[in-house]
């Protein structure tokens, strides 16, 4: 399955689209959930809360079970960090993310 979402490197402001081999997400203790990929070097971290983590990984896993091959991450930028790297939470704790198929 293949993920595709705008991705901006933190401290920049533009943002690149980037398709990347999708093996999961999970939640962390700082408020972030943190996209599995293919790239071993990068997290890719998206500010949400805890509940709202648990609409959308709901949502993920419901189109998982659709057979769908492509998901698409809408909504705010994923930030793309070094492994282990963390944001700063003051101004992105406000973003909004939805995710859909692509058919």
């Known amino acids: 399955m293949f993920i595709i979402y705008k991705c ?7 943002t690149t689209t980037e398709i ?3 093996y999961g997400i999970r ?6 959930a943190v996209l599995s990929t ?3 070097k990068h997290d890719y971290l998206l ?3 805890f509940q709202e983590f648990g609409r959308f990984s709901e949502k ?5 079970n659709k057979g ?5 991450i809408n909504g705010s930028p994923v930030y793309r960090v070094r492994r282990g790297a963390m944001l700063p939470l003051d101004n992105t704790d ?6 859909d198929s692509i058919s």
């Open 8 to 14: 901006t490197d933190a401290g920049s402001s533009g």
């Open 20 to 22: 990347c081999t999708f």
């Open 27 to 32: 939640y962390n203790r700082n408020g972030f």
């Open 38 to 40: 293919e790239h071993s």
């Open 47 to 49: 500010p949400m809360s």
């Open 60 to 64: 993920i896993a419901s189109l998982i």
């Open 68 to 72: 769908e091959k492509i998901l698409s």
């Open 94 to 99: 406000l973003l909004v993310y939805d995710v």
